[in-house]
């Protein structure tokens, strides 16, 4: 029950204890007491929407931000990544197997701002060796949702 529940959770968590009850075949109690469960082990960390950015506000920027990072002796990547997450413009920070390190997404007004961010907050910071930005065109799905709905060709189809 419990994978699945996280399964629907993710795809709307919006539905009632009621609701996840009847998908999940169990009483509405046992959906309650497993989602209380589920938040105290931390497994659940927060509730939240996805939201179309576009349509909320065409000047917001999202940027992806590849970092090289030299670890430190003692705490590895862990000092570097607690330092870059307290910045408000940052949206979330990995850390990744490959070329790179860190990746790290952020959010602005626009191109400038993010660029002088990454000039003067994460590029100065100690152990940083490089970043690579790459600026977020359009998304087509985020946490498992289609962000773009597809469009529906009006003229029909004819066949002889």
Known sequence: MREQLIKLLRQNARMSDAELAVMLG?????????IQNLEEEGVIKGYSAIVDE????????TAVI???VTPKRDCG????????????????????AGAYDLSVTVKGTNVKEISLFVA???APLAGVMSTATYFV???????GILIEDEEKDERGYYFP
């Open 26 to 34: 169990v009483s509405e109690e046992a959906v309650k007491a497993e």
């Open 54 to 61: 576009e349509l909320v506000n065409k000047d917001t920027v």
């Open 66 to 68: 590849e970092l090289r």
């Open 77 to 96: 990547y862990e000092e570097i990544a607690h330092t870059i997450m307290q910045y408000d413009q940052v949206e979330s920070v990995s850390l990744m």
């Open 120 to 122: 003067r907050k994460l």
């Open 137 to 143: 065109l359009k998304n087509y799905k985020m946490n």
